[in-house]
């Protein structure tokens, strides 16, 4: 079975800085891709940021200029630079996870962690 695993998650003051680390336990010979999702109370679940095994990135536009997601040289984990944090990013944030299975694509969720900015 494959499972994510998540850290780097905390409280931080406004204006600082937390790394986000998602690290797949399993077998996962075929990432389409992975990224990170957050949910703030009261809102949905929105997308934060991706990498694709290729490389190419995507980001939400509220991130675009404080966010840098990356990956680790087996492309078997994602992480997660956020800087210039804000209030507003706090939410939970979820590493996600596409695989290409046999038939199909599978997804996997981490069980989120917790990321407070204080101002």
């Known amino acids: 079975q494959v499972q994510l695993v998540e850290s780097g998650g905390g409280l931080v003051q406004a204006g600082g800085s937390l790394r986000l680390s998602c690290v797949v336990l399993g077998n996962t010979l075929s990432i389409d891709s992975m990224g990170w999702y957050r949910q703030a109370p009261g809102k949905q679940r929105e997308l934060v940021a991706t990498?694709?095994?290729?490389?190419?990135?995507k980001y939400a536009v509220s991130v675009k200029d404080r966010f840098t997601i990356s990956r680790d040289n087996a492309k078997s984990a994602v992480f997660l630079q956020m800087n210039s944090l804000e209030p507003e990013d706090t939410a939970v944030y979820y590493c996600?996870?596409?695989?290409?299975?046999?038939?199909?694509?599978?997804?996997?969720w981490g069980p989120g962690t917790q990321v407070t900015v204080s101002s």
């Open positions: 990498i694709t095994s290729g490389g190419s990135t």
């Open positions: 996600d996870l596409i695989l290409w299975g046999p038939t199909s694509k599978l997804e996997y």
